[in-house]
T-cell receptor, first 115, second 111 residues
Framework: GAGVSQSPSNKVTEKGKDVELRCDPISGHTALYWYRQSLGQGLEFLIYFQGNSAPDKSGLPSDRFSAERTGGSVSTLTIQRTQQEDSAVYLC?????????????FGNGTRLTVT | GESVGLHLPTLSVQEGDNSIINCAYSNSASDYFIWYKQESGKGPQFIIDIRSNMDKRQGQRVTVLLNKTVKHLSLQIAATQPGDSAVYFCAERPRGQNFVFGPGTRLSVLP
């Protein structure tokens, strides 16, 4: 079946512009996560959505970052006034439930380059 | 978590040999663990998982070992193939919390 889909796959933007990254999770998955991966590094947690509960935003690095999930499905990560240090791969993952013993299923990410 | 930046630990093995990738986890409250494989330009791909009530689990050509006493997790790959070349991440899930990922190990399979 279809996996996690992210778009765009690549995004180049100028410093100071806003960007929106999209994630389509696997159908029926109630948990959705955003991670950031800088070149050659591990995964940095950003935000977690579980069903209709309030999202866990504890990983967002600044108030320039926000995310929403509409209708319990598609999610959008927005970065306002982008900075060069925002350059990274942004990964989305979903799982059938949050907190249970289910692995995260990742998309292929959006590579963001801020010039 | 800790990071080694561009200089990921690298394990080089000969094609056909067995590989062992190690991971030290930090939280004794972690009760679920996963190994992921990440190829260049792709997202992490699930390999195998293990719960804290087990110390060993086997899949196809892969085995995960869990030692809770020393908080150590390992991934063994039998008869390593060129297609196994990738970065491997361990992830721990402290009870009631989100997953925490290790810094990754690059596996390089030599012909």
């Amino acid at each position: 079946g279809a996996g996690v889909s992210q778009s765009p796959s690549n995004k180049v933007t100028e410093k100071g512009k806003d960007v929106e990254l999209r994630c389509d999770p696997i159908s029926g998955h109630t948990a959705l996560y955003w991670y950031r991966q800088s070149l050659g590094q591990g995964l940095e947690f950003l935000i977690y959505f579980q069903g209709n509960s309030a999202p866990d935003k504890s990983g967002l690095p600044s108030d320039r970052f926000s995310a929403e999930r509409t209708g319990g499905s598609v999610s959008t990560l927005t970065i306002q006034r982008t900075q060069q240090e925002d350059s990274a791969v942004y990964l989305c993952a979903s799982s059938p439930q949050g907190g249970g013993d289910s692995p995260l299923h990742f998309g292929n990410g959006t590579r963001l380059t801020v010039t | 978590g800790e990071s080694v930046g561009l200089h990921l630990p690298t394990l080089s093995v000969q094609e056909g040999d067995n590989s062992i990738i190690n991971c030290a986890y930090s939280n004794s409250a972690s009760d679920y663990f996963i190994w992921y494989k990440q190829e260049s330009g792709k997202g992490p791909q699930f390999i195998i998982d293990i719960r804290s009530n087990m110390d060993k689990r086997q899949g196809q050509r892969v085995t995960v070992l869990l030692n809770k006493t020393v908080k150590h997790l390992s991934l063994q790959i039998a008869a390593t193939q060129p297609g196994d070349s990738a970065v491997y991440f361990c992830a721990e899930r402290p009870r009631g919390q989100n997953f925490v990922f290790g810094p990754g190990t690059r596996l390089s399979v030599l012909p």
